[in-house]
C-alpha cells in the first residue's frame, strides 16, 4: 500500500499551495523540496506579490480590477495564451488572498508604501519568504510530511500514470510511491547547461536571479517520459542587473533602473537602444535580451548629477568620477569613444519639459537610436556608471495541462495521475511576456487545482 | 562607532534600501527610505527605532546563510550598544555597558556598605512600629536619594541632548522652536502602546512563525510597575510634607500605588527573564546578555525586597529588609543611566523624530 495519497514535487508557492488544499480533503501528503531548508521555497522567496481580480477595494487592495482588464493586461505583454486556462486563472484569482490568510499568510495595508502596484496586486507583508514560513508552518500543523534537500532524479511513469519518484538526498536514493503526483519544481533557469542549448555560449555571462535548485530535472525527466511540452524553449524572462549581482540567488536587489535617466552604451563605448522608449515598468523586462545581444553580453549606464536620487538606488555602489573620460576609464571602456558618444547624445538633446511621471517631451533629434523621453544632457558632475549584464528571472518552457491542471502527454491523452501547478505550467498561460505578480497568481490557482484533483484522484 | 560596526550596518541597511519588502513592518524600514546613503547618526537613529521583534530576519531573502548574511536585528542591535556609549556622560565610564554585570554587582555591595553605615548596623525599632525611619533618619534618605536622583538626571539630560543633537533635527520643521509646530502625540502613544511590538496586529515573533503577545505584555507590566512605584514615592513625599508620616496603612494611597507598582515589577521583569530563553538566539546580540538580565535581575529584585519589607514591616527582619531594599533601589537608581534602561530615552526620541519625519513628508 502506498503511504502517500499525494506526493508534491517541488516546494514553492504552487507546491505548499497543492500540498494544502490536498491535505484539506483528507489525503495523505508528502512534500519533496529540492533545497535545503535555509533556502526553501523556490523562486517564491524572491517574489513580493500576487496579482488578483477584484470588484471593490478591500484593506489591501485598492479600487476594482475587473477580470476583463487583467486579461486585457495579460495579452498585451503575453504573446498569445490559452485563453481558457487564462480566464480560469483570472476568474480564481479574486479567492486566493482569503484562502491565503487562513494559511496564516499576512498582507501589506494598500494605504501606505512606496508600491504603484496598489490596485492589481496583493502584497505579501515581508515578501514571498514570510509568505512561504507560513505555508510550511501550516503544512506542519496539518500534518503534511515537509523533506529538504530531497531531489526528484526519477519517475515511475508507465502509459501516463505515475507510480512512484526517486528521491535523491545527499548520498542516498529512496523511492518514494504515491497515488498521485503534483509536479511543481518551476523551470530549468538555473541549469547552465541547458541555458547554453538555447543561448550559445553567451549564457555563461547570464546571471540567475533566483534560485539555483531551479536545475528543470523534473521538465526533462517529464518530456523524457513523453509529456507535451509547451511554450518556446529559447523564451526567458530576463531583465538588466548589475554585473556585479552573485551568480544565483541575487534576487531584487541586484536590479537596476537608472536606465531611463541616462545613457546605455555596450563595451565598445556605443549606444544600442531607445533608452526613452516608454515607461519603465513596461520596458524594463526588454533591457535583458537588449544586453544578452551585446558583445560580452553587458552593457553600462551612465547617468550625471541630475538623476542622482530619481531611481531607486542599487544594492552596489555606483563607479562615480568627475569626467566622462575618468568614468569611461573607471569603467574599463574606451574612453574617447564614450566621450564622442555623449558628445553627440548631448547635441541630439532638444529642450524640453522634464517629468519622470509621464512621457514627457524631453527628446533627441537626428540621433540613432533615439532616445525618445526623458532625453538630458549628461553634462553635471559627478557621473555615475553601473555595469549591468541581463538577469534572468525565469524560463517559459513547460508541461501541457488541462483546466483540471492534468499533464497533456504527446500522445494526446491526459496523463491519468500526473498534475501540474507553477512555474513548470506557466507557459500554458504565458507565451512569453508576463505582468508583474502574475507567476504567483498562475502557481496559487493551479495549485489548488492540483492538489484538489490529486487528491480526489486518490481518494 | 567601530569602523567594522560602521561598515556592517552600512552593507545591512544598503542591501534593505535596494529590496524594501520589510516596508510595513515597522518604521525602521520607512526610516530607511529616506535616504540613500547611511552615516554614523542615520545609523544611529535607526538602531534605535528598532524593536527587535525580529520579523524582518525571517522574512529575509538575503538572510544568512545567504552571502549576503543579513541580519538585521542583530545588526542594530550592535550599533545601539555603541550608541548608549557615545551618548554616555560621564564618558569614561561608557565601559558599564559591555560590563553590566560585574557593574550592577559592585553598585549593590558598594549601596549595601553606605547603608549599613548609614544605619549604623541592622537594628529593627523593638516597638514594631515599622518606623523606617528609626533605621535610617527621613532627612539622610532625602539627601542621599535626591543627590542621586539630581546626578541621575543630569547623565539622562546630557545623554539626551547629545543623542537629539546628533539626530540631525534641524531639517524637521516642528522640531524647531521657532515653528511653533507640534508633531502630535504619535510618539507618545507609541511609547506607550508599545505599538511597533505590533500592539495593533499579531504580537511579536519569539521564533520562526511563532508569535506571542507576551513580551509585549510583560514589558508594559514592568514599564507600568515602574512608573506606578515611582508615583508611590512621590505620593508619600508629598504626604510625608503635610505631616501624615510611614509606615502608611495598606489602604492608603502609596501603599496601593506602591503594591501595584511591586507586582507589575515582579510579573514584568521574571516573564522578560523566562521569555529570554525561549527567543531565538539569532535575533540579539550576545554581547549584550549581561546588559539585559543584570537590568531585569535588579528590577525583580526590587520589587521582592520592598514587598517583603511591605508585608514583614512589622517584624524584626524589617530593619535588614530596609537597608537591602534601600540598597537595591539605591543601585539600580546609579547604574540607570549606564544600563538598558536608556533604551527606553533614546527609543522615544528616535519615535518623535520619526513621527516628526512622517509629518513633514505629508
Known amino acids: ?459 | 562607532m567601530q569602523a567594522e560596526t560602521l561598515r556592517l550596518g552600512q552593507h545591512v541597511m544598503t542591501v534593505c534600501n535596494a529590496c524594501r519588502y520589510c516596508e510595513q513592518y515597522c518604521p525602521v524600514f520607512p526610516a530607511m527610505e529616506r535616504r540613500l546613503t547611511f552615516t554614523e547618526t542615520d545609523l544611529n537613529y535607526l538602531a534605535n527605532l528598532c524593536h527587535n521583534c525580529g520579523e524582518c530576519l525571517y522574512a529575509c531573502q538575503y538572510a544568512p546563510p545567504h552571502e549576503f548574511g543579513i541580519n538585521v536585528p542583530r545588526t542594530l542591535a550592535r550599533i545601539r550598544l555603541q550608541s548608549y556609549e557615545e551618548y554616555c556622560w560621564p564618558r569614561v565610564v561608557a565601559g558599564a555597558f559591555r560590563h553590566h554585570g560585574i557593574v550592577t554587582a559592585c553598585a549593590l555591595v558598594a549601596a549595601l556598605v553606605v547603608m549599613m553605615l548609614l544605619a549604623g548596623g541592622v537594628t529593627a525599632p523593638v516597638d514594631g512600629s515599622g518606623n523606617f525611619y528609626a533605621v535610617i533618619p527621613h532627612h539622610v534618605m532625602v539627601t542621599l536619594f535626591g543627590g542621586v536622583s539630581i546626578f541621575v538626571l543630569a547623565a539622562f539630560g546630557v545623554g539626551m541632548r547629545r543623542f537629539w543633537r546628533n539626530l540631525d533635527t534641524s531639517r524637521i520643521r516642528g522640531l524647531t522652536p521657532d515653528t511653533g509646530r507640534i508633531w502630535g502625540l504619535t510618539p507618545v502613544r507609541d511609547v506607550l502602546t508599545l505599538r511597533h511590538l505590533h500592539a495593533t496586529g499579531v504580537d511579536c515573533t519569539t521564533a520562526e512563525e511563532t508569535r506571542s503577545p507576551w513580551r509585549r505584555w510583560f514589558h508594559h507590566c514592568t514599564f507600568y510597575g515602574f512608573l506606578l512605584c515611582f508615583a508611590s514615592t512621590t505620593v508619600a513625599a508629598l504626604y510625608h510634607m503635610t505631616g501624615s508620616v510611614a509606615p502608611y496603612a495598606y489602604t492608603s494611597l502609596p501603599v496601593i500605588l506602591g503594591t501595584s507598582g511591586g507586582i507589575g515589577l515582579l510579573v514584568g521583569p521574571a516573564g522578560l527573564f523566562l521569555l529570554r530563553a525561549r527567543r531565538d538566539p539569532a535575533l540579539g546580540d550576545p554581547a549584550q546578555d549581561g546588559l539585559d538580565e543584570a537590568f531585569i535581575l535588579l528590577l525583580l529584585l526590587t520589587s521582592l525586597t520592598g514587598l517583603a519589607l511591605l508585608v514583614l514591616r512589622h517584624q524584626p527582619v524589617m530593619g535588614l529588609l530596609l537597608v537591602v531594599h534601600l540598597s537595591t533601589v539605591l543601585a539600580l537608581f546609579v547604574t540607570l543611566p549606564y544600563g538598558k534602561f536608556v533604551h527606553g530615552l533614546y527609543r522615544a526620541a528616535a519615535l518623535a523624530k520619526f513621527a516628526a519625519e512622517e509629518q513633514n513628508d505629508r
Open chain 1, 1 to 459: 500500500m502506498d503511504r502517500y495519497d499525494v506526493a508534491v514535487i517541488g516546494g514553492g508557492n504552487a507546491g505548499l499551495s497543492a500540498a494544502l488544499t490536498a491535505r484539506e480533503a483528507g489525503a495523505r501528503v508528502i512534500v519533496l523540496e529540492g533545497a535545503p531548508r535555509d533556502f526553501r521555497g523556490g523562486n517564491s522567496r524572491h517574489t513580493r506579490n500576487l496579482r488578483c481580480a477584484h470588484a471593490q477595494p478591500d484593506a489591501f487592495l485598492t479600487g476594482a480590477y475587473p477580470e476583463d482588464e487583467f486579461f486585457a493586461d495579460l495579452l498585451r505583454v503575453s504573446g498569445g495564451t490559452d485563453e481558457p486556462l487564462a480566464r480560469l486563472v483570472i476568474g480564481r484569482s479574486a479567492g486566493c488572498p482569503a484562502w491565503m490568510r487562513r494559511y496564516g499568510v499576512r498582507f501589506q495595508s494598500s494605504l501606505r508604501g512606496t508600491l504603484h502596484l496598489g490596485r492589481t496586486n496583493a502584497f505579501f507583508l515581508g515578501g514571498g519568504k514570510a509568505l512561504m514560513n507560513s505555508y510550511y508552518a501550516a503544512a506542519t500543523r496539518a500534518g503534511i510530511d515537509v523533506r529538504y534537500d530531497a531531489e526528484v532524479v526519477g519517475l515511475d511513469i508507465s502509459g501516463g500514470t505515475f507510480s512512484a519518484a526517486t528521491v535523491r538526498t545527499g548520498d542516498r536514493t529512496e523511492t518514494i510511491r504515491a497515488k498521485a503526483v503534483v509536479l511543481a519544481a518551476g523551470g530549468f533557469e538555473s541549469n547552465i547547461d541547458w541555458l547554453r542549448e538555447a543561448w550559445g555560449p553567451a549564457a555563461d555571462n547570464f546571471i540567475i536571479r533566483g534560485t539555483p535548485y531551479n536545475r528543470g530535472t523534473l521538465l526533462r525527466l517529464m518530456l523524457d517520459a513523453g509529456a507535451q511540452a509547451i511554450g518556446d524553449p529559447k523564451a526567458c524572462h530576463a531583465i538588466a542587473v548589475d554585473a556585479r549581482a552573485p551568480r544565483f540567488d541575487g534576487g531584487i536587489v541586484t536590479r537596476l533602473d537608472s536606465i531611463p535617466f541616462g545613457i546605455i552604451v555596450n563595451n565598445d563605448g556605443e549606444r544600442f537602444y531607445d533608452e526613452g522608449e516608454d515607461a519603465w515598468p513596461k520596458r524594463y523586462a526588454t533591457w535583458g535580451s537588449l544586453i544578452a545581444a551585446q558583445p560580452e553580453q553587458i552593457a553600462f549606464s551612465i547617468v550625471d548629477a541630475k538623476a542622482i536620487g530619481r531611481f531607486m538606488p542599487s544594492v552596489f555602489p555606483p563607479v562615480v568620477a568627475n569626467s566622462i573620460r575618468e568614468l569611461a576609464a573607471a569603467l574599463a571602456l574606451p574612453a574617447q569613444k564614450v566621450e564622442s558618444t555623449v558628445a553627440t547624445f548631448n547635441r541630439a538633446v532638444r529642450p524640453g519639459t522634464f517629468n519622470p511621471d509621464t512621457l514627457d517631451d524631453c527628446r533627441t533629434e537626428g540621433l540613432l537610436p533615439p532616445k525618445s523621453h526623458w532625453a538630458q544632457r549628461i553634462d553635471a558632475p559627478p557621473f555615475w556608471g553601473y555595469p549591468l549584464r541581463p538577469g534572468i528571472t525565469f524560463t517559459y518552457l513547460g508541461l501541457k495541462v488541462d483546466a483540471g491542471a492534468r499533464v497533456q502527454m504527446a500522445s494526446g491523452d491526459a496523463a491519468a495521475n500526473i498534475y501540474a501547478a507553477g512555474e513548470i505550467m506557466a507557459g500554458n498561460v504565458l507565451r512569453k511576456g508576463y505582468v508583474a505578480g502574475i507567476g504567483m497568481t498562475i502557481g496559487t490557482v493551479f495549485g489548488r487545482i492540483a492538489g484538489e484533483e490529486a487528491a480526489r484522484h486518490a481518494g
